[in-house]
């Protein structure tokens, strides 16, 4: 399975993204999903499982199942949309909240036996390269993290342009 994480609205992204993958789970804003407040409830309370009821509170699990975490965000100097953003927060129960380290660099531990693949696709019109640096370390540091078995991440100057490259996927 295949999670497509995206901050398009939804009249363009069924526009542009018409031959999605199948077998893709798509994650996208629906005004409902509450920030993560670091309660650490996930970890503690309900392991795996965000304490948070707004319909995104399997996000740990869902990842466990996950052959592909595919994002689709604007660049935001060097980082994420906040709804993006807001999703991986939110799936820290993937985690353990015991750490390791990595590469000379402190992450979590793994809670489930997978081996995903992290796929990052940028969009926005002249980004810095201090910004794509930026974005390159943090998606580098995300796939750490998530213990990805691979990561790519790919910069777009419009999300038409992105989109041609997604659907020949």
Same mark, same amino acid.
């Given at each position: 399975?295949?999670?497509?994480?995206?901050?398009?609205? &939804?009249?363009?992204?069924?526009?542009?993204? #018409?031959?999605?993958?199948?077998?893709? #789970?798509?994650?996208?804003?629906? *005004?409902? @999903?509450?920030?993560?407040? *670091? !309660?650490?409830?996930?970890?503690?309370k309900t392991?795996?499982? !965000?304490? @948070?009821?707004?319909? =995104?509170? %399997?996000? *740990?699990?869902?990842?466990?199942?996950?052959? %592909?975490?595919?994002? @689709?965000?604007?660049c935001? =100097?060097?980082? =994420?949309?906040?709804?993006?953003?807001n999703?991986?927060d939110?799936?820290?129960?993937?985690?353990?909240? $015991?750490?390791?380290i990595? %590469?000379?660099?402190?992450? #979590? +531990? +793994?809670?489930?036996?997978? %081996?995903l693949? $992290?796929?990052?696709?940028?969009? *926005?019109?002249?980004? &810095?390269?201090?910004?794509?640096?930026? /974005?390159?370390?943090?998606?580098? /540091?995300?796939?750490?993290? $998530?213990?990805?078995?691979? =990561?790519?991440?790919?910069f777009?100057?419009?999300? &038409?342009?992105?989109?041609?490259?997604?659907?020949?996927?």
């Amino acid at each position: 399975m295949n999670i497509l994480i995206h901050d398009v609205n &939804t009249q363009e992204f069924e526009r542009l993204f #018409h031959n999605t993958i199948e077998n893709t #789970h798509i994650i996208s804003d629906t *005004g409902f @999903i509450k920030n993560c407040v *670091g !309660c650490f409830g996930c970890w503690i309370k309900t392991p795996g499982k !965000c304490v @948070i009821k707004d319909g =995104y509170e %399997n996000l *740990g699990e869902l990842f466990s199942r996950a052959d %592909n975490v595919m994002v @689709i965000s604007k660049c935001f =100097y060097g980082g =994420y949309s906040p709804f993006v953003k807001n999703i991986l927060d939110r799936s820290i129960s993937y985690l353990l909240p $015991f750490f390791k380290i990595k %590469n000379n660099e402190t992450h #979590h +531990q +793994q809670r489930y036996k997978n %081996n995903l693949k $992290f796929i990052s696709y940028f969009y *926005g019109e002249n980004l &810095t390269s201090l910004e794509i640096a930026t /974005a390159k370390k943090l998606v580098r /540091a995300n796939s750490i993290n $998530f213990s990805a078995s691979d =990561y790519s991440v790919s910069f777009f100057e419009s999300i &038409t342009q992105l989109s041609e490259e997604v659907n020949t996927l």
